[in-house]
């Protein structure tokens, strides 16, 4: 997942806007006590996407894998000041720290949490979005895409995360596992969508961006 060079990734960090003290110390309790923390999306990439979500000013914004909840914070930094976050998770091992750390945050009555599985609970939701975060299981990458695109209003965007899934996209087919196939086809799925225009930013992971036209 390191694309850059240690020094030039340190260099980005101290010249990007400082990582708030609620998210530092979401940052670091989800290293200290949570499996896989190099999911949560850290300094620079949670600064990208509060950013995004400051630019966009959405109502409606829809995240699919809340994790610890540290996308959900940095995207609700955006959010109209009627705005709403519905963000999605299996896990119910998480809702503790999700509460917690949502619970102390400015956006306690901003952000809806909701358990189980996406694929079951995106079908239910009336929202018209204008903006959605997809970073959950990727071989539901596209089915989430196709849950998603007819709740987005016209002109609004689609983040996925992870989908340069440490390089491995540019491997030969034949040497893909299954999440890399899942999201090359993904990538290959958004960018041939006449529906929408895409460009797929290389921040850490590689975060693809989607707007409806
Ligand atoms: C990469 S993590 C999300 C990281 C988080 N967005 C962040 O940046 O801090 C992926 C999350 O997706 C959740 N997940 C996996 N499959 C899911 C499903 N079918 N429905 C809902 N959540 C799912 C996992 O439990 C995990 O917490």
């Excluded at 190099?38 to 630019?55: E, K, N, P």
């Excluded at 979005?129 to 071989?139: G, N, R, S, T």
Aim: with cysteine; net charge negative; charged share 30%.
């Amino acid at each position: 997942m390191d694309f850059l060079d240690e020094k030039l990734a340190a260099y980005i960090d101290a010249h990007t806007a400082e990582e708030p003290e609620h998210l530092q110390q979401l940052n670091r309790e989800t290293w200290a006590k949570v499996i896989m923390p190099r999911m949560l999306s850290g300094h620079l990439q949670g600064r990208v996407l509060a950013m995004f979500s400051r630019m966009i000013q959405p109502k409606r914004i829809l995240e699919i894998g809340t994790y610890t909840g540290y996308s959900a914070l940095c995207l609700a930094e955006g959010l109209t000041s009627d705005g709403k976050l519905i963000t999605i998770d299996i896990n119910e091992e998480l809702e503790e720290i999700v509460q917690r750390y949502i619970g102390n945050s400015d956006y306690r009555d901003k952000i809806e949490t909701l358990t189980g599985n996406a694929t079951d609970l995106i079908p239910e939701l009336k929202e018209t979005f204008d903006l959605v975060f997809i970073d959950a299981d990727k071989e539901n990458y596209c089915r989430y895409y196709d849950l998603v695109i007819d709740k987005l209003r016209p002109g609004g965007f689609i983040i996925a995360d992870n989908v340069l899934w440490s390089g491995n996209v540019i491997k030969n087919r034949t040497d893909m596992d299954e999440e890399t196939l899942a999201i090359d086809l993904f990538n290959k799925k958004v960018h041939n969508d006449s529906r929408i225009e895409n460009v797929l930013f290389p921040v850490r992971d590689g975060l693809m961006v989607c707007r409806k036209i």
